[in-house]
């Protein structure tokens, strides 16, 4: 029955992956830079220059990201694949990766099968996790990253100090933005009571020479790219928002403002609306359960965490797609709290199905997809709008099954 069931989800997977694959759009790496995707541009020179460094690379962090695109160009430079070719296929690798990670956090948490597709349908049917790495898989890095943050959640909650250091080396050596982890690995050692043991003490050692490694790497990585990188200016990341901010405030007035601040909200989470509406109403359920919501809590921070950089780098068109990378963690806070909410544990396979349909409908982005299920001429509010829409179906759909279980 194990089997049959393994066999049953495996295969609702590839179902999934390949509805978005068939309906996706792929283009070149030169378009893909043309429409925003800028960072493909230093990827693609680092490749490119192998077995050598770029003569320069205007932007320092993502000469630091030199990691992964350097192991690609080898690649190709070996086999003779096109560059192209060669990060396409690294990227369908790392996203079917991606979700054989998470297929083992959802079966550590011990999910149903309905609950399951649903978690699967979160991450999948999400433009701007799957579809945004199909279309523009020159952005391998950020993928990268979003596959080690996966490993680093398995890692953390079995416990396993191999995972761990694996999903934290493979993060960080794709993207800066793993440096959050540290305060939360801190905050899981004194907080979480899976993580507590009688070797507290050892822990407690691993994880500092854990963050160690992670800032050296960072270290390391900003050492070689100070030989072809741009100016050095991460640190400036975390205070753009308030630039950004002061630069457009004093021109705005009246209902102006309003939409402005809805905008730059809107566009933060509307890569994680959806698991949000899935996972606050049975937070709220269970607010009075202090051991769930501890455990909840930190994996939401892990979350917060990640979310952190993007929203203070003040680019909210950067931030919707950057945010998503949180989604890993809400799917896994989802998984957890399924044990005790009885609408998600008893979920039946009609309502999964329908919620998994709503998202793959949502999934239709007006870049991403090649079904474009919105107009042209207004294509970020209608897409906007189908996306918050699905997510207030979803939570209607929870609310009605909830009360009906009770």
């Given at each position: 029955m ?22 996706n759009?792929?283009v070149s ?13 230093s ?14 690379v205007t ?6 990201r ?62 701007y ?6 279309t ?20 953390l ?17 794709a ?8 305060p939360?690995f ?45 100016e ?7 205070f ?14 009246g209902a ?21 509406a ?5 937070m709220?359920?269970?607010r ?5 919501l501890?455990?909840?809590?930190l994996?939401v ?30 799917v ?48 970020n509010?209608?897409?906007a ?10 939570f ?7 009360q009906?279980?009770?």
């Amino acid at each position: 029955m194990q089997i049959n069931n393994s066999i049953l989800r495996a295969s609702i997977v590839f179902f999934m992956f390949f509805t978005v694959a068939a309906t996706n759009r792929f283009v070149s790496l030169t378009e893909a830079i043309g429409n925003g995707f800028s960072d493909v541009a230093s990827y693609r020179a680092i490749a490119d220059a192998f077995p050598h460094f770029p003569e320069s690379v205007t932007m320092f962090h993502h000469a630091q990201r030199l990691f992964f695109p350097y192991i690609i160009g080898m690649i190709s430079y070996v086999s003779g694949i096109s560059i192209y070719l060669s990060f396409l296929s690294v990227t369908i690798v790392s996203l079917i990766a991606t979700l054989y990670v998470t297929d083992r956090i959802l079966s550590f948490y011990n999910v149903s099968t309905p609950l399951y597709c649903l978690c699967m349908a979160l991450l999948i049917f999400n433009p701007y996790v799957f579809r945004s790495y199909l279309t523009s898989p020159g952005m391998i890095t950020d993928l990268l990253f979003l596959f080690g943050t996966s490993v680093i959640i398995l890692g953390l909650i079995r416990n396993n100090r191999f995972i761990l250091a694996v999903g934290c080396i493979t993060a960080v050596l794709a993207r800066q933005t793993t440096v959050v982890f540290i305060p939360a690995f801190f905050l899981w050692l004194f907080i979480s009571e899976t993580f507590r043991s009688k070797h507290f003490n050892s822990k407690l050692i691993f994880i500092s020479v854990l963050s160690f490694i992670i800032i050296f790497l960072y270290k390391l990585t900003g050492f070689f790219a100070s030989f072809f990188g741009g100016e050095n200016i991460n640190y400036l990341q975390l205070f753009s928002l308030i630039v950004y901010l002061r630069t457009s405030l004093p021109d705005l007035h009246g209902a102006g403002i309003i939409y402005f601040f809805m905008n730059l909200i809107s566009r933060d989470i509307i890569s994680l609306i959806i698991p949000i509406a899935v996972l606050v109403p049975e937070m709220l359920l269970h607010r009075k359960d202090s051991e769930l919501l501890k455990q909840l809590c930190l994996m939401v921070s892990l979350a917060l965490l990640i979310m952190l950089q993007p929203v203070m780098n003040g680019n909210p068109e950067s931030a919707t797609r950057l945010v998503s990378f949180a989604a890993i963690p809400l799917v896994s806070a989802i998984a957890l709290i399924s044990d005790k909410a009885h609408s998600l544990k008893f979920m039946t396979y009609k309502h999964a199905g329908f919620m998994c349909l709503l998202c793959y409908i949502a999934s239709f982005h007006h870049y991403y997809s090649i079904i474009r299920a919105v107009l042209p001429s207004f294509v970020n509010y209608q897409f906007a709008a189908l996306y918050f829409s699905t997510a207030a179906v979803i939570f209607i759909v929870l609310r009605s099954t909830r009360q009906h279980i009770n």
